[in-house]
């Protein structure tokens, strides 16, 4: 069943903001947002994630858990979602240090 997506990529190739494009409004510069399959976006994602080299993306979609979403990120970020006893919460890094970790879907 389709649901409503919302991803933000930045430094991102050109190639592959024209594939997010095809699929997702790009409301403003970096967010996209649209009604997908999961199937759709699990490829997005995948693709997403296998292309990300400078740049970083984060993935949000309803899910049936406490919060209503579900968060994925990928790329050097300063906000890291963590699972607190079911919970995303975001612990926030003071330096640029590091690299964030892709979730798999």
């Not at 899910?63 to 968060?71: D, K, S």
Request: charged share 15%; glycine share 8%.
């Amino acid at each position: 069943m389709p649901a409503m997506t919302v991803i933000s990529a930045t430094a991102v190739p050109d190639h592959l903001r024209g594939a997010l494009t095809r699929w997702l409004l790009e409301v403003t510069p970096t967010l996209y947002i649209g009604t997908i399959s999961a199937r759709v976006r699990t490829e997005l994602w995948n693709s997403l994630t296998a292309c990300i080299t400078d740049g970083s993306a984060v993935l949000a979609y309803p899910a049936a858990n406490e919060q209503g979403f579900t968060l994925y990120t990928v790329g050097p970020q300063r906000r890291d979602p963590l699972d607190f006893d079911g919970l995303t919460l975001i612990a926030f890094r003071r330096g640029n240090s590091g690299q964030g970790i892709a979730k798999p879907i």
